[in-house]
Nanobody
Framework: VQLQASGGGLVQAGGSLRLSCAAS????????MGWFRQAPGKEREFVAA????????DYAESVKGRFTISRDNALNTVYLQMNSLKPEDTAIYYCAATPNYDVNVSGYRYWGQGTQVTVSS
């Protein structure tokens, strides 16, 4: 599976962005998809994950109620809708895929290249 993330940019606090992650490979729909982020000087952290059917979804506490992960299996694409953005959301955002449901960085086998999100105060 190859992943290509896009949609990052500069936004003011309180604004919104939607990230997209396009996946190649016919087995996309069988993979769990996740979003992670890494701020300067910090470790990469979990943001959200969604099972292939959408029956299971998890979010980091820091983004609950503000971010929504969704996927379109027909388009081989996963999205991260980010609302009410805060300066502390500034990071490089990565999409990732794994065969088995996980919310840990170590559980993901395939990674996209990352897209920068910067939230100004």
């Amino acid at each position: 599976v190859q992943l290509q993330a896009s949609g990052g940019g500069l936004v003011q606090a309180g604004g919104s962005l939607r990230l997209s992650c396009a996946a190649s490979g016919r087995t996309f729909r069988s993979y769990v998809m996740g979003w992670f982020r890494q701020a300067p000087g910090k470790e990469r952290e979990f943001v959200a994950a969604r099972s292939w059917s959408g029956g299971r979804t998890d979010y980091a506490e820091s983004v609950k109620g503000r971010f929504t992960i969704s996927r379109d299996n027909a388009l081989n694409t996963v999205y991260l809708q980010m609302n009410s953005l805060k300066p502390e959301d500034t990071a490089i955002y990565y999409c990732a895929a794994t065969p088995n449901y996980d919310v840990n960085v170590s559980g993901y086998r395939y990674w996209g290249q990352g897209t920068q999100v910067t939230v100004s105060s």
